[in-house]
C-alpha cells in the first residue's frame, strides 16, 4: 500500500502538464506539504525513502532547475545555498562514504534545493504572491482546527487518516504538558508545528490586511472571515504547547506590525526598543532559569531548558574537533545522555563544520539585505507590510531555531521562505487598486539604513 505515495508524483506531473507548475505548487505541493505527515514513505531496496512530499517536489523542482539554468542573473544567496548543500554532501561523503552521501544529498534537494527554487522564481511572479498565501493560510487554517482533537482527546486525525497505508510505519509517541496532548498534526513533533503555524498566523494577518482594504473580507456572524482564519492557526500554535515558537511567533508579529504603521520610523524605533528591552530582560531571566544542573530542576520545564543550555557546552570540543566540514548527519559523534540537538544552529555546526554554519549565516543575512533593500523602494503599503512580514516570520523562525533543530516542513519551509526573499519585486498599481500609498514617513525610515 506505500505505492499511493507515488500519486503525488502522478498528479503534479498531470497538473503541470495540463496547467502550469504555478498550479503544481499550489494544487499538489503545498497540500502535501502542510498535509500529509513527513514520516509516511515508500521504502525500496538501495533507494532513500520516498515522502509524499519529495514525490510532489521532484517534477516541479527539476522544471524549475531548468528554468534557472537559462537564466543569466546569480544572486549571492544562490551561490551561499550551493556551498551549503555542498557542505552536506562533502560532509557526509569524508565521514560515512559516498552511498550515505549520495542519500543525504538527495534529501538536500528535495527539502533545500527545490523549494529555494519555488520562491525564487515563482512565488513573485504576477498574481502568485497572493494566491501562495492564501492556499497556505488556508491549509493551515484547517491543520489549527484539526488540532483540537489531538489536544483534546490525543486522536491526531493527519496519522490516524494517512496511516491506514502504512500500517507497519508508526509516527512518534505523543507529548504531554500539564495533562493535554501537545498537538503536533501532521508534522514530526509539536514544537515544529508550532514553528509552521507561526508562519499561517503571520502571513493570515496580512492577507486579512489586504481584504479589508479591498472590501471583500466577508462576516460571518458579524465577524470578519479573516478574523476567523487567523484565530483558527492560532489556536492551532497555542496548542502545540511549544515555547520556542511562540516567542518567535511574538517577534515576528512585533516585526510585521511595523510594515502597517503610519509612521515607520516611529514604529521601528519603538518596536527596536521592545525587542531590545524584552529581549535583555527574557537573557537575564533565561539566564537565572537555566543556572544550576539537571538535577537541580523543579519540573520537566525547567530540565529541558537547562539541558538546551548544557549542550552548547558539552558539544564545544567536538565541534572545535569537527573543523571545516564537520561530522555528517549520519554518523555525527554524541555526547552521553545528550543524543538530541535541541539547537539547529548548533547541529549545523556539529554535522557541516563550519563551512556548513557560516553558509546558513550568510543565507540569513542575504535575506535580511533583500528585504530591507525591497522595502526601501516600495511605494505600496501593500508590498512594505507583506515585506516587513516575510522579514519578521524568518527572524521568529530564527528565534523558535535556538531551541530545536529543523525538520519536517519546517525544513523546506524556511527555504522556500529564503528564495522568496530573493525576488521580492513591486506590485503594479493596477494590479492592487485601493490600497493607501505608503506615509510620506517611509523616506525618514529610508535615511535610517542609509
Same mark, same amino acid.
Given at each position: 500500500?506505500?505505492?499511493?505515495?507515488?500519486?503525488?508524483?502522478?498528479?503534479?506531473?498531470?497538473?503541470?502538464?495540463?496547467?502550469?507548475?504555478?498550479?503544481?505548487?499550489?494544487?499538489?505541493?503545498?497540500?502535501?506539504?502542510?498535509?500529509?505527515?513527513?514520516?509516511?514513505?515508500?521504502?525500496?531496496?538501495?533507494?532513500?525513502?520516498?515522502?509524499?512530499?519529495?514525490?510532489?517536489?521532484?517534477?516541479?523542482?527539476?522544471?524549475?532547475?531548468?528554468?534557472?539554468?537559462?537564466?543569466?542573473?546569480?544572486?549571492?544567496?544562490?551561490?551561499?545555498?550551493?556551498?551549503?548543500?555542498?557542505?552536506?554532501?562533502?560532509?557526509?561523503?569524508?565521514?560515512?562514504?559516498?552511498?550515505?552521501?549520495?542519500?543525504?544529498?538527495?534529501?538536500?534537494?528535495?527539502?533545500?534545493?527545490?523549494?529555494?527554487?519555488?520562491?525564487?522564481?515563482?512565488?513573485?511572479?504576477?498574481?502568485?504572491?497572493?494566491?501562495?498565501?492564501?492556499?497556505?493560510?488556508?491549509?493551515?487554517?484547517?491543520?489549527?482546527?484539526?488540532?483540537?482533537?489531538?489536544?483534546?482527546?490525543?486522536?491526531?486525525?493527519?496519522?490516524?487518516?494517512?496511516?491506514?497505508?502504512?500500517?507497519?510505519?508508526?509516527?512518534?509517541?505523543?507529548?504531554?504538558?500539564?495533562?493535554? +496532548?501537545?498537538?503536533? &498534526? /501532521?508534522? #514530526?513533533? $509539536?514544537? %515544529? @508545528?508550532?514553528?509552521?503555524?507561526? =508562519? *499561517?498566523?503571520?502571513?493570515?494577518?496580512?492577507?486579512?490586511?489586504?481584504?479589508?482594504?479591498?472590501?471583500?473580507?466577508?462576516?460571518?456572524?458579524?465577524?470578519?472571515?479573516?478574523?476567523?482564519?487567523?484565530?483558527?492557526?492560532?489556536?492551532?500554535?497555542?496548542? +502545540?504547547?511549544?515555547? &520556542? /515558537?511562540? #516567542?518567535? $511567533?511574538? %517577534? @515576528?508579529?512585533?516585526?510585521?506590525? =511595523? *510594515?502597517?504603521?503610519?509612521?515607520?520610523?516611529?514604529?521601528?524605533?519603538?518596536?527596536?526598543?521592545?525587542?531590545?528591552?524584552?529581549?535583555?530582560?527574557?537573557?537575564?531571566?533565561?539566564?537565572?532559569?537555566?543556572?544550576?544542573?539537571?538535577?537541580?530542576?523543579?519540573?520537566?520545564?525547567?530540565?529541558?531548558?537547562?539541558?538546551?543550555? %548544557?549542550?552548547?557546552?558539552?558539544?564545544?570540543?567536538?565541534?572545535?574537533?569537527?573543523?571545516?566540514?564537520?561530522?555528517?548527519?549520519?554518523?555525527?559523534?554524541?555526547?552521553?545522555?545528550?543524543?538530541?540537538?535541541?539547537?539547529?544552529?548548533?547541529?549545523?555546526?556539529?554535522?557541516?563544520?563550519?563551512?556548513?554554519?557560516?553558509?546558513?549565516?550568510?543565507?540569513?543575512?542575504?535575506?535580511?539585505?533583500?528585504?530591507?533593500?525591497?522595502?526601501?523602494?516600495?511605494?505600496?503599503?501593500?508590498?512594505?507590510?507583506?515585506?516587513?512580514?516575510?522579514?519578521?516570520?524568518?527572524?521568529?523562525?530564527?528565534?523558535?531555531?535556538?531551541?530545536?533543530?529543523?525538520?519536517?516542513?519546517?525544513?523546506?519551509?524556511?527555504?522556500?521562505?529564503?528564495?522568496?526573499?530573493?525576488?521580492?519585486?513591486?506590485?503594479?498599481?493596477?494590479?492592487?487598486?485601493?490600497?493607501?500609498?505608503?506615509?510620506?514617513?517611509?523616506?525618514?525610515?529610508?535615511?535610517?539604513?542609509?
Amino acid at each position: 500500500m506505500q505505492i499511493i505515495v507515488l500519486f503525488a508524483l502522478v498528479a503534479s506531473i498531470v497538473v503541470m502538464r495540463q496547467h502550469s507548475i504555478r498550479r503544481a505548487v499550489l494544487d499538489v505541493y503545498l497540500p502535501v506539504l502542510l498535509l500529509i505527515p513527513p514520516f509516511y514513505s515508500l521504502r525500496l531496496p538501495h533507494l532513500p525513502s520516498l515522502t509524499f512530499v519529495d514525490m510532489a517536489i521532484f517534477p516541479i523542482g527539476l522544471a524549475l532547475m531548468f528554468r534557472y539554468g537559462q537564466m543569466r542573473q546569480v544572486r549571492r544567496a544562490d551561490i551561499w545555498l550551493v556551498c551549503f548543500v555542498g557542505g552536506i554532501y562533502y560532509s557526509e561523503l569524508s565521514n560515512t562514504g559516498a552511498p550515505n552521501a549520495g542519500l543525504v544529498l538527495f534529501g538536500a534537494l528535495a527539502s533545500a534545493i527545490m523549494p529555494y527554487l519555488i520562491g525564487r522564481l515563482l512565488l513573485e511572479e504576477d498574481g502568485m504572491r497572493e494566491q501562495a498565501i492564501r492556499r497556505m493560510v488556508i491549509l493551515l487554517f484547517i491543520v489549527g482546527i484539526l488540532c483540537a482533537p489531538e489536544y483534546r482527546l490525543g486522536i491526531n486525525v493527519f496519522t490516524r487518516t494517512v496511516g491506514v497505508f502504512f500500517p507497519d510505519q508508526r509516527p512518534w509517541l505523543a507529548q504531554i504538558r500539564g495533562g493535554l +496532548t501537545r498537538a503536533s &498534526g /501532521p508534522y #514530526l513533533a $509539536a514544537i %515544529l @508545528a508550532g514553528m509552521v503555524l507561526s =508562519i *499561517g498566523v503571520i502571513f493570515s494577518l496580512w492577507l486579512g490586511f489586504v481584504e479589508k482594504q479591498r472590501g471583500n473580507d466577508r462576516k460571518y456572524f458579524g465577524v470578519r472571515r479573516s478574523v476567523i482564519v487567523t484565530l483558527g492557526i492560532l489556536a492551532g500554535l497555542v496548542m +502545540t504547547n511549544s515555547r &520556542g /515558537p511562540w #516567542l518567535g $511567533a511574538l %517577534l @515576528a508579529f512585533l516585526l510585521s506590525r =511595523i *510594515g502597517r504603521a503610519k509612521n515607520l520610523r516611529r514604529s521601528a524605533i519603538i518596536t527596536l526598543l521592545i525587542c531590545v528591552v524584552g529581549g535583555t530582560v527574557g537573557y537575564i531571566k533565561a539566564d537565572q532559569y537555566t543556572s544550576g544542573t539537571l538535577w537541580d530542576a523543579k519540573d520537566i520545564e525547567q530540565e529541558n531548558a537547562i539541558y538546551r543550555r %548544557l549542550l552548547l557546552d558539552e558539544y564545544k570540543p567536538i565541534i572545535e574537533k569537527g573543523g571545516l566540514f564537520g561530522y555528517g548527519v549520519i554518523a555525527w559523534p554524541k555526547v552521553g545522555g545528550m543524543n538530541s540537538i535541541d539547537n539547529e544552529f548548533l547541529f549545523i555546526r556539529i554535522t557541516q563544520g563550519e563551512l556548513g554554519y557560516a553558509c546558513f549565516l550568510l543565507l540569513i543575512l542575504e535575506a535580511g539585505i533583500a528585504i530591507i533593500v525591497a522595502i526601501r523602494r516600495a511605494t505600496l503599503t501593500y508590498d512594505i507590510y507583506f515585506y516587513f512580514c516575510l522579514g519578521g516570520t524568518i527572524a521568529g523562525l530564527m528565534l523558535a531555531l535556538t531551541t530545536v533543530y529543523m525538520g519536517g516542513q519546517s525544513y523546506p519551509l524556511f527555504f522556500l521562505l529564503l528564495g522568496w526573499s530573493q525576488s521580492l519585486r513591486q506590485t503594479q498599481q493596477g494590479g492592487m487598486p485601493a490600497l493607501p500609498p505608503a506615509s510620506s514617513e517611509r523616506f525618514k525610515f529610508r535615511r535610517v539604513f542609509a
